[in-house]
């Protein structure tokens, strides 16, 4: 009777933290409830305003009131069971048909496997914060609604007329990408990230001395008519737009710590010099995540030497973060970085002399590296299209001023947390990492630089 009463003081003690021991009726009420409530639809109003990761916050908060409510549900039972089955005088527990025993092992598994998932998706011990980088977003991304669209239709404002000023020099009508007079500026364009990719075009233009004299070329691997949606912005835009097929490096692209790092078209920055005209020998990549304040015809005049690549390097930073252990620990890798200084450098602003690249064969040697990640004796590197670019150039960059790249605005790959400015002047703001300053604003939870971005944001209907 001593122990009988001790173990009904732990079940009141369980009850009161709000899991009490349903009878039988109960239960069969309980069931009649939830069968009524999974019949009966349910509505959700969503704020006009929303970032884009409010779909998957909302889903995944649902899934895990409902996997708590099964387990809640299923402790229950289990306790409602052993004290049923419990025989305190004997202190055994009574026997049982066949079938009822394995009903309990199955509610026993049920409510371990729900404590499991419940674990998974609470343990912030799982994610990983790598540094960041220069990244594509997810598929999530490409449901945002620009203010004043209607429904996966995106519109953008028309942009004034940017016409050359003094000393330009006269510039052919209508020039094809050979004219040597021009800048040549490479962009990649997805619905995804359309917004920034049109805010960074804006900003060139409209802080070039020479806007006519800037020839953009644009890399989708989609097939939407993105091209309309450029002309709805930039009437007078000289520009080409050429595909990239995935298929050309889907292959190539090993999992990475985000979804996003693994996106084809991050990779498309390698193949410039295969996809470009053989007679644009000099082109700068910009990233769509970052806007220009200054003249691009300064960073367009960079002296390469040569050097193949021109960037800001950053010797201060972890260059060993960036590979493996495996990768630092296997001489017959890690000296590919013996006679060599390597830095970190962020590959989405870059002077690339694509006659060099041709004569070299630079994008062979960037698929090697990315063939040894894929190799079965294990992985080199934890990021997306980084790691390879390192390998290949760290230590052989012409370093270019640091404010032509003011990067990390986004914070990290993660979280994408404010950042402030590094010291000095600027020519460029890069929102590299997760935070986008359009989802940032668009949500209403912008960072204070986030404001330096919106005047270049064309995105919206048409004004009349």
Request: hydrophobic letters at 40%; aromatic letters at 10%.
């Amino acid at each position: 009777m001593q122990k009988e009463t001790k173990y009904r003081v732990l079940l009141t003690n369980f009850r009161s933290i709000s899991l009490p021991l349903p009878s039988r009726r109960e239960r069969r009420k309980s069931r009649e409830r939830e069968r009524k409530r999974s019949t009966t639809p349910r509505t959700v109003s969503l704020p006009l305003r929303c970032s884009s990761l409010l779909p998957l916050t909302l889903a995944l908060s649902l899934a895990l009131s409902r996997t708590l409510a099964v387990f809640k549900r299923t402790l229950a039972f289990l306790f409602y069971r052993l004290a049923e089955d419990f025989d305190f005088t004997t202190r055994k527990r009574r026997r049982r048909s066949g079938r009822r025993r394995r009903m309990l092992w199955i509610m026993k598994l049920s409510g371990f496997l729900s404590a499991a998932m419940a674990m998974i998706v609470l343990s912030p011990s799982l994610q990983s914060f790598p540094p960041a980088e220069a990244i594509r977003s997810s598929h999530f991304d490409a449901h945002l609604r620009f203010p004043g669209s209607s429904g996966n239709r995106l519109s953008f404002r028309k942009a004034p007329a940017f016409l050359n000023g003094d000393g330009c020099g006269a510039i052919a009508d209508g020039p094809t990408a050979c004219d040597p007079s021009l800048v040549h500026i490479a962009i990649t364009l997805d619905r995804a990230y359309l917004r920034g990719s049109i805010a960074a075009v804006h900003s060139v233009l409209q802080h070039s001395l020479c806007p006519e004299n800037v020839f953009f070329h644009f890399l989708v691997s989609e097939t939407d008519d993105l091209e309309t949606l450029v002309l709805s912005a930039f009437p007078k835009l000289r520009f080409k737009v050429y595909f990239f097929d995935p298929e050309r490096v889907r292959g190539l692209i090993s999992s990475s710590v985000r979804q996003a790092l693994e996106q084809p078209l991050n990779y498309a920055r390698n193949y410039l010099a295969d996809i470009l005209e053989p007679c644009v020998r000099r082109v700068i990549y910009l990233d769509s995540d970052l806007v220009v304040v200054d003249d691009v015809s300064k960073l367009w005049k960079t002296n390469l030497g040569s050097r193949t690549v021109g960037a800001p390097e950053y010797c201060h930073a972890n260059f060993t973060k960036y590979f493996t252990e495996r990768f630092w620990s296997d001489r017959r890798l890690s000296g590919t970085f013996d006679d060599r200084r390597p830095c970190y450098f962020n590959t989405g602003v870059m002077v690339m002399d694509l006659d060099r690249w041709r004569r070299f064969g630079f994008t062979r040697r960037i698929e090697r590296w990315m063939e040894v990640q894929k190799g079965g004796e294990g992985r080199i590197y934890e990021l997306g299209s980084l790691p390879p670019f390192l390998l290949v150039f760290a230590g052989h960059v012409a370093a270019i001023d640091h404010r032509w790249n003011q990067h990390g605005l986004g914070g990290d790959n993660v979280r994408g947390s404010c950042r402030d400015l590094h010291p000095g002047p600027v020519s460029l703001l890069h929102w590299s990492g997760s935070g986008k300053p359009w989802v940032r604003l668009d949500s209403d939870r912008p960072c204070p630089l986030d404001q330096l971005w919106a005047p270049y944001d064309l995105a919206g209907p048409p004004l009349t």
